[in-house]
């Protein structure tokens, strides 16, 4: 049974950052790609950022150069790094896994059958 804690949300102002982290478990590695969403109430589910077993990320436009996404294999845990936060960065923050090696064949959110119950992140203005 595949299950993921997010941690690591909070508030910070505009031009902070914050590291978000989620925890593992019953995922194989080398068989999932594993990704970063955002929500806003009333609004679609974003993917923000995603990394393949091999280690492979991309980014949305918006987030590009400003977030890192990672994970420790060992640890079963992904991460992301978020530094020059912005206002429009406010959302709650889900982790997601998908059943694939490779994040190319789950482009959109419903191609993710695992979710963490999010991790809330506010930049002041």
């Known amino acids: 049974q595949v299950q993921l804690v997010e941690s690591g949300g909070g508030s910070v102002p505009s031009g902070g950052s914050l590291t978000l982290s989620c925890a593992a478990s019953?995922?194989?590695?080398?068989?999932?790609?594993l990704g970063w969403f955002r929500q806003v109430t009333g609004k679609e589910r974003e993917r923000v950022a995603t990394?393949?077993?091999?280690?492979?990320?991309s980014y949305v436009d918006s987030v590009k150069g400003r977030f890192t996404i990672s994970k420790d294999s060992a640890k079963l845990t992904l991460y992301l790094q978020m530094n020059a936060l912005k206002p429009e960065d406010t959302a709650m923050y889900y982790c997601?896994?998908?059943?694939?090696?490779?994040?190319?064949?789950?482009?959109?959110?419903?191609?993710?059958?695992?979710w963490g119950q999010g991790t809330q992140v506010t930049v002041a203005s």
């Open positions: 997601a896994a998908a059943g694939f090696s490779s994040c190319r064949y789950a482009p959109i959110a419903t191609d993710y059958a695992y």
């Open positions: 019953g995922v194989i590695d080398s068989e999932y790609c």
């Open positions: 990394i393949d077993s091999d280690g492979t990320s």
